[in-house]
């Protein structure tokens, strides 16, 4: 197993995620208890040392099976990261309550890394006021040293994020950000993470395989992959990727059997990131498989000047992009709770006046018709 060096630990390059544990009778509530405890037996003997998990991973069952599960071994083998709920607005006023009900379901008496999570536009004014006692609650439990090491999780764009540094940004120890290959350029996961190395906190990656999107290719890609690379599996092209960023720490990975464990874990055992010529041939893939469906806005903003409704049409053409390329998904979604409904692509009224004075000639009126119906 590789291992990075941060501050006065060594952590596993990989982490081994528990969102996505082996279930049964495919409920994502019934964790396999039986074969995630043999899966976490596995990692921790081949190197693994970092576990991440969080309030309502496995509809909340995750914190108590994994804590459970490693209550079995000395506490100083492994670290243990969770996070704070705030994605759910009804946990805003929680935080005592649930660090105190985290510590006792995974039962431990600190964390070793503490994560306020999935910082967004539904939630940034949420964790930004201090009368929600977020940021004095757990700062203070950094001092008293039940988080040994405090962080935050972002899915917001850079604005959201460069909002939550103001106030919080000299008590951020590192970052969880979403980067692949795919997402280096398409949700522009690039601007987070040079960011962060200007800042000099150290990254960690989630979704480095999006949900398995990127763990199989077409077959003509994977042959591209195969003529550079014959010895790599697909999934590991993915995780030499990451290991081209010297700035990242730790790269999650949710293993939901024993088989991708044992693959990742192999990958792992050795460094050998991708050179330039191999990182351009996967954004070269990364453009063909987003172009079929992903709409060309260059935000220019001309379109805004024309809207009657003032809607941030280039903004809403994004969230179309993401919403459409991955099928669905909470990211849009999320982001549009955060914004009034008269704001929404549903309020658009099919002027075309945007489309007049369009560039890319993008039918603008159709796509918000669109995604109106898609998000019902």
Known sequence: MIFNHFKDKKLSAL???????????????????????????????????????????????????????????PRESFY???KFPGYDLANIDKVEEIFEKQLERLKTEYFDFYLIHNVCELNI???????????????????????????????????????????????????????????????????KLRRLKELNIPVWVMEPLRGGMLAKLSAEHTEQLKALRPEETIPAWAFRYIQSFPEVAVTLSGMSDFTQLKQNIATFETHNPLNESERKTLYSIAENMTSKC???????????????????????????????????GFL???????????????????????????????????????????LK
Not at 17 to 41: C, F, H, Y
Not at 313 to 322: D, F, Q, R, S, V
Not at 350 to 366: A, H, L, R, T, Y
């Open 15 to 73: 982490g081994m995620g528990t969102m996505r544990l082996p279930v049964m009778d495919s409920d994502n509530s019934k964790i396999d208890t039986e074969q995630t405890a043999v899966m976490v037996k596995y990692a921790l003997e081949h190197g693994i040392n970092y576990f991440d998990t969080a309030w309502g991973y496995h509809n909340g069952n995750s914190e108590p099976v994994i804590g459970k599960i490693l209550s079995q071994y």
């Open 125 to 191: 004014d949420q964790y930004l006021d201090p009368a929600h006692r977020i940021y004095s609650y757990l700062t203070e439990q950094k001092e008293n040293g039940r988080i040994r090491h405090l962080g935050f999780s972002i899915h917001g764009d850079m604005d959201v994020m460069e909002k939550f540094l103001e106030v919080y940004g000299d008590k951020m120890e590192f970052c969880q950000i979403q980067l692949n290959w795919l997402d280096y350029h398409f949700q522009g996961a690039y601007k």
């Open 332 to 374: 849009a979604p999320m982001a549009l709770e955060a914004i009034p409904s008269s704001k929404h692509p549903s309020a658009c009224i099919g002027c075309k006046s945007c489309e007049s004075v369009c560039p890319q000639q993008i039918k603008i009126s159709d796509a918000l018709a669109d995604f109106t119906k898609k």
């Open 294 to 328: 992903v709409l060309p806005c260059t935000s220019c903003r001309y379109c805004t000047d024309h809207c009657p409704m003032e809607l941030d049409i280039p903004k809403l053409l994004g969230l179309y992009n993401e919403h459409t390329f991955t099928g669905g």
């Open 80 to 82: 243990l990261a969770t």
